[in-house]
């Protein structure tokens, strides 16, 4: 069974500009999530899609952060534009229910 | 808000000896309690989980235990190996939305 596939794996980008990640959860699973993690720290979870439906995007900064999730399946995070603060690794996880989550490898951002 | 801590922040093993990782947790209604095992710069993999229903669980090498009444469970890892050497996260939830801790770097030296 293939897991948590995410692209591109690493960006560096000049701070302004826009950025987008892709992430394609596990099949089947219903319940995908976008974390944060910043360096030596624990992910933070950013928002939460039940199917096509965005169910938890509380941590999400809205004035920069849009994410989306057509069909229920693929979901892209886009930052517009990118701060300095930005840089972390973007995680992508996915769930066959609210509970045990299997991660992506990570899309390792740097905002120059 | 949920508040995840956990210590120690590092820990140095010998090879062969134990390790043991305890975290805490605020939200009472937390019910789902998963550690992960990530190494440097790979994904964060699930090792063990456990439910509030369930006070120990075991698998191979591996243990957490669960104290609902004082809100902290743990990890124990026995005759650990050197591949034991990584950050492990513990992580607590009620509806899915997981509160991670800081992590601790276990090193383990041959």
Known sequence: EAGVVQSPRYKIIEKKQPVAFWCNPISGHNTLYWYRQNLGQGPELLIRYENEEAVDDSQLPKDRFSAERLKGVDSTLKIQPAELGDSAVYLCASSPRSDTQYFGPGTRLTVL | GENVEQHPSTLSVQEGDSAVIKCT???????????????????????????????????????????????HFSLHITETQPEDSAVYFCAASKTGKLIFGQGTTLQVKP
């Open chain 2, 25 to 71: 947790y605020s939200d009472s209604a937390s019910n789902y309690f998963p550690w992960y095992k990530q190494e440097l710069g790979k994904r964060p993999q699930l090792i063990i989980d456990i439910r509030s229903n369930v006070g120990e669980k075991k698998d191979q090498r591996i243990a957490v235990t669960l104290n609902k009444t004082a809100k």
